[in-house]
């Protein structure tokens, strides 16, 4: 017999054992997350006999439309089923109570990002369509060197506050089908960044302005896991970033309908849920961009 229950204080060390065993990472990335962004009311636990078999995370955020209008979403975050719990259909259980919570508080979307590509099908099954397209690109520190153009002044890209990143974020994304966050959610990406050795940026290239979440996966490598800016700053954008973090690869992010003179793949990066209603198709031109991942 299983209960599932938003998380108590009384359960926080059971749930960060569960994190090390499914997550792995550092005790510093889980007491990021348990410190500046953990939520027990956003929390759900499946117990069973009065363990904790199962967890997942309902983040708030908003899909907005093309007109500017915002739905309330969830992203759910973290799914997590203790080692010793798996094959008994227990996350499934969980994402089903998802299901019926969210109809019940009348939240239209819910959606979420696999940790790996065989989970699309896992989840497909449980009721979530394959959306969101985002661009991705392998480029060398040799080839951004070689483009056009020095690369440009350092005071061009700076760290900013995740109210500032919010914004600029929404500016370069008005117009679009895409998910908007929370300034405490870009409060955790920043934390993120910065115990990797990057941060959140503004990128300032003449008239234009984008930003970019960024984080080092090693010293050989950066992670730019958003980068959002005009097609023609895209370049020069790529070369103020490689001067402020110099790195032998990196890896980019960007939305499907950005960053074709990169060339990159564009494949599904998230998938999009609708509870309590007809299905429409908010997703297939959507863009998520930060995953928390």
């Known amino acids: 017999m299983s209960t599932i229950r938003f998380a108590r204080s009384e359960d926080l060390e059971r749930q960060k054992n569960i994190w090390r065993l499914c997550f792995g990472g550092t005790d510093r990335a889980l007491e990021t997350y348990y410190g500046r962004r953990y939520r ?6 499946l117990l069973h006999r009065d363990e904790i078999a199962a967890m997942l995370t309902l983040l708030p955020v908003s899909l907005v439309s093309e007109q500017k209008l915002k739905a309330p979403a969830a992203m ?12 008994q259909g227990f996350a499934t259980e969980l994402i089903g109570f998802c299901d019926r919570y969210l109809t019940e508080k009348r939240i239209r979307y819910s959606l979420l990002v696999p940790a790996e590509e065989s989970l699309f099908q896992f989840y497909a ?14 480029l060398t520190g040799q080839e951004i060197e070689a483009w056009p153009g020095d690369g440009g002044q350092d005071h061009a890209i700076r760290p900013v506050l995740p109210e500032e990143y919010n914004r600029l974020r929404e500016q370069y994304l008005e117009g679009t089908v895409h998910i908007a966050y929370s300034d405490e959610d870009m409060d955790y990406q920043k934390a993120l960044s910065q115990m990797s050795g990057a941060d959140l940026y503004s990128l300032e290239l003449g008239s ?3 930003c970019a979440a960024i984080e080092r996966a090693n010293v050989h490598e950066v ?15 790529l070369k103020r970033i490689a001067r402020k973090l110099p790195a032998g690869i990196y890896q980019l992010r960007l939305p499907a309908f950005a960053g074709r003179t990169l060339e990159g793949e564009a494949a599904p990066f998230g998938m999009l849920r609708v509870h309590g209603g007809p299905e429409g198709d908010p997703a297939s031109l959507g863009y998520l961009g930060i995953a928390f991942d």
């Open 125 to 138: 099954r449980c009721g979530y369509r394959t959306g969101f397209m985002t661009r991705r690109c392998r």
């Open 223 to 237: 992670v730019i896991k958003e980068l959002l800016l005009p097609e023609a700053q895209l370049q020069d954008g």
């Open 76 to 87: 759910i975050f973290a799914v997590a089923t203790h080692p010793q719990y798996r094959g």
């Open 40 to 45: 027990e009311d956003q929390t759900l636990l």
């Open 208 to 210: 234009a302005r984008g």
